[in-house]
């Protein structure tokens, strides 16, 4: 069956960096376009950043935009979200998600994404 298995998440300073990772296995991973998505207390699951299914083309939140990074390695089956200058704002459960579309189309709505990770907790303190 898929998994996706995140990892990374942790305790934070206002300004530090984390750098997230979500580890996919039972799909063929070059196949899905990957998402970060987070969800934060009393609020509804957002997006945050997505990325093409080769890599060559990446998607941010205006509120992420420059300060955070999202990248895959096709032959490790992982995608990645590097996260700097972060801000107490950005305290959530973030989660990784895959979406098929044959077309490979890029979306950032929750609802497109097939399959999701359990969350890992990003906490930052100010």
């Known amino acids: 069956q898929v998994q996706l298995v995140e990892s990374g998440g942790g305790l934070v300073q206002a300004g530090g960096s984390l750098r997230l990772s979500c580890a996919a296995s039972?799909?063929?991973?070059?196949?899905?376009?990957m998402g970060w998505f987070r969800q934060a207390p009393g609020k509804e699951r957002e997006f945050v950043a997505a990325i093409s299914r080769s890599g060559g083309n990446t998607y941010y939140a205006d509120s992420v935009k420059g300060r955070f990074t999202i990248s895959r390695d096709n032959a490790k089956n992982t995608v990645y979200l590097q996260m700097n200058s972060l801000k107490p704002e950005d305290t959530a459960v973030y989660y990784c998600?895959?979406?098929?579309?044959?077309?490979?189309?890029?979306?950032?709505?929750?609802?497109?994404?097939?399959?999701w990770g359990q969350g890992t907790q990003v906490t930052v303190s100010s």
């Open positions: 039972g799909l063929t991973f070059s196949y899905y376009v």
């Open positions: 998600a895959a979406d098929f579309r044959f077309d490979g189309k890029v979306v950032t709505t929750t609802s497109e994404y097939d399959y």
